[in-house]
T-cell receptor, first 115, second 114 residues
Framework: DTGVSQNPRHKITKRGQNVTFRCDPI?????LYWYRQTLGQGPEFLTY????????KSRLLSDRFSAERPKGSFSTLEIQRTEQGDSAMYLC?????????????FGPGTRLLVL | AQKVTQAQTEISVVEKEDVTLDCVYE???????LFWYKQPPSGELVFLIR??????QNEISGRYSWNFQKSTSSFNFTITASQVVDSAVYFC???????????FGQGTRLTINP
């Protein structure tokens, strides 16, 4: 059984550069979530998709951030003009919405360092 | 607004001791779900348990047990006979019935010393 996978696992970039992360959810999971976790804090919700539709975005998701899930399978999260404050762990999770309670399963995360 | 508070930032115990991690939550929803996740040093959040607001039965799974009390808005997690492999950061999380996002507490870093 393949879990949620994320690539790359680590990314170091210079301030002002653009970065893109990829998340592959558990097969057949129709919901996909992005969270951000800074050092010593719990994860904070950024956005989520049901199939290819982006249904909710947090105020944390500034206009420099964009997420897509073009075919309802994998998702990408892009950060444009990175800032040092963007340094964090970016976590992806997926779940199966089937009319009852759901559990979100998380990937290993992408750790971003902006120099 | 929904909020989860884990007042214990760090706990350190000796192996084989029992340890309880506290979680207090706030929500106006009548239907909601509570979760515990474990985050080992590798960074991946590992799902441990989900409880529904209408099910206050306590649950035991091996050395792990959970005490859910709506009267005090608490969902505490106890590890019995702790082991070094239990060392990790543990997060309590809340999902309101009408929402999809999880609201996490700040986490409790648990260190089990041999």
């Amino acid at each position: 059984d393949t879990g949620v996978s994320q690539n790359p696992r680590h990314k170091i970039t210079k301030r002002g550069q653009n970065v893109t992360f990829r998340c592959d959810p558990i097969s057949e999971h129709n919901r996909l979530y992005w969270y951000r976790q800074t050092l010593g804090q719990g994860p904070e919700f950024l956005t989520y998709f049901q199939n290819e539709a982006q249904l909710e975005k947090s105020r944390l998701l500034s206009d420099r951030f964009s997420a897509e899930r073009p075919k309802g399978s994998f998702s990408t999260l892009e950060i444009q003009r990175t800032e040092q404050g963007d340094s964090a762990m970016y976590l992806c999770a997926s779940s199966l919405a089937a009319g009852g309670p759901e559990t979100q399963y998380f990937g290993p995360g992408t750790r971003l360092l902006v120099l | 607004a929904q909020k989860v508070t884990q007042a214990q930032t760090e706990i350190s115990v000796v192996e084989k001791e029992d340890v309880t991690l506290d979680c207090v939550y706030e929500t106006r929803d009548t239907t909601y779900y509570l979760f515990w996740y474990k985050q080992p040093p590798s960074g991946e959040l590992v799902f441990l348990i989900r409880r529904n607001s209408f099910d206050e039965q306590n649950e035991i799974s091996g050395r792990y047990s959970w005490n859910f009390q709506k009267s005090t808005s608490s969902f505490n997690f106890t590890i019995t006979a702790s082991q070094v492999v239990d060392s990790a950061v543990y997060f309590c999380a809340l999902r309101g019935g009408g929402a999809q996002k999880l609201v996490f507490g700040q986490g409790t870093r648990l260190t089990i010393n041999p």
